[in-house]
């Protein structure tokens, strides 16, 4: 039996060069590095020394930037421009666009790296500030933690999510980064400089994704090598990858509003869940007190340890750590803000910067709190180990912690599930935004383009991993986020100049409008100054009605007896 071929487009969708040339950019990326691992990961560090030796100022500088743009744009009179129609509802409640957010925005990293971050810094103060493995050392870590996962981190979503929801539910225009551009370059962003802004977007869209997915991967191998006899290594990630894999093409294969939807609402409770028997259960006075202590460091401090850099020496630290963090944040951008603003239509600018910068930043400092200040205090008071433990393998932090309290299997396989849901989740957005941007913007894309997807992520994964693991991914996020950096400072700049532009026409229509009622209202008032006018004219006229009498007798009958 010979069954009808399938048209590609009916397949695909409408896709065009920006799909066929960033896909054949990670094939060929993925090859070279299955083919020659060694030299393609030296090269890497070449590039990223290069980086960060002489441009490394300007990741620092410029996230700054992105963060007072933000909250400028969200305390403003710019605050009140509703993203959609004046008065479009929100798509989404307010709980359920919450956990979307921080499920697609941070939920891995903060797992991975709740225990983790802290117990490093324990270890090795930042920039050599004070003695490995002492209170002060243990304070230093928590603020750093408090400051890699704070405002800076989020700026970078809030203000791409931003301009494209803009530009989307505002203009009516397509959800692309060219599109965010088009006040700067106008009708160029339909030519090839357009289709080079949305190629840059998908490769480093796939890059960022494919660091988190790794890390992942990492976290779930510890966690499963503690509670089974599998060993940490590069064969026991490759199957945790592709089971994780399989389960989030079959979540892609679902539509936006039932699969994605509720596994985020679903991570969210399993997630507070676990914060609040930590909270519970462990040192839970301690932790509010490290909480208090390390937000008045954090907000005291914010300044200083934004713009620092060790110039005087050849120490490595800020490029090992903020430098990372930042790139890795900004290679999550067009995914994450995209994201975030396919399910914010109707939202306010106030809402939306509300809803991405102060919220997620709370939540994710409670997070730090409990699970970095309880290792913390399972380390110094109980001598835990947990330091050690990093030191030797930094995922496995956060399930040493957590045999430190009742129920430690049920917790670490609770952990387990929660980085996995989170892993599905975060890539499942990542092949939707990834069918959009290369389906010129449709807010639909077709299942098997995000099926494409999600193999060529899956591919970049197993390479990275197999090129130096955790080292690697932290390398390619640096080099794919520093031209995607330049193209956001364009964003924010184009993105200013059209909301002044929208501000200003309303400005002058609401003036026009005011000027044509006063004349309206003048006009009236001078009908009534003629009117009155006309009767002080003729003062003779009775203002009483005239008699019976008198009429009958104007009339000529006699008066009646």
Known sequence: MKFPAIPTKTLLGDVGVVFRVSAAIILVFVTAAAIAPDAVGQTALVVLNVTASNLGWMYLLVITVFVGFVLFLGVSRFGNIRLGAEDEPAEFSFSSWLAMIFSAGMGVGLVFWGVAEPMMHFNEPPMGSGLPRTTDAAQTGMTYAFFHWGLHQWANFALVGLAIAYVRFRHHSFGLISETLRPLLGDRV????????????????????????????????????????????????????????????????????????????????????????????GPTAFIFGVMT??????????????????????????????MFYWAWGLSWAPFVGSFIARISRGRTIREFVLGVMIVPVALSMLWFSVFG???????????????DAVAHEVPSGLFVMLEQLPLRGVLTAAAIVLVCLFLITSADAATFVLGMFTSKGVLNPTTTIRVLWAGLQLMLVVVLLLTGGLESLQTVSIIAAFPFMLLMILIAVSLYRDLSHELALKTETDRLLTMRIERLLLREAEREAAKQAEEEAHPSVSETPPSIEALEAIEGQPPKE
Do not use: C
């Not at 713009?307 to 750590?321: I, M």
């Open 190 to 281: 339909d030519t090839g400089w357009g289709k080079a802004i949305d190629i840059l977007t998908v490769v480093s869209t796939v890059f960022g994704v494919a660091t988190t997915l790794g890390l992942g991967a990492l976290q779930i191998n510890s966690g499963v090598s503690r509670l089974t006899d599998i060993p940490y290594g590069f064969p026991a990630q490759f199957g945790i990858i592709a089971v994780v894999g399989g389960l989030f093409i079959l979540s892609a294969m679902t539509p936006l509003d039932k699969g994605l939807r509720l596994l985020s609402n679903f991570n969210m409770a399993l997630a507070g869940i676990l914060l609040l028997f930590v909270l519970a259960f």
């Open 293 to 322: 202590q390390t937000l008045g460091d954090y907000l005291g401090n914010v300044v200083q340890m934004s713009l620092v850099t060790t110039p005087f020496s050849d120490a490595r630290w800020v490029e090992q750590w903020t």
């Open 373 to 387: 200040g309880a290792s913390i205090h399972f380390e110094i008071f109980a001598n835990a180990g947990i330091a």
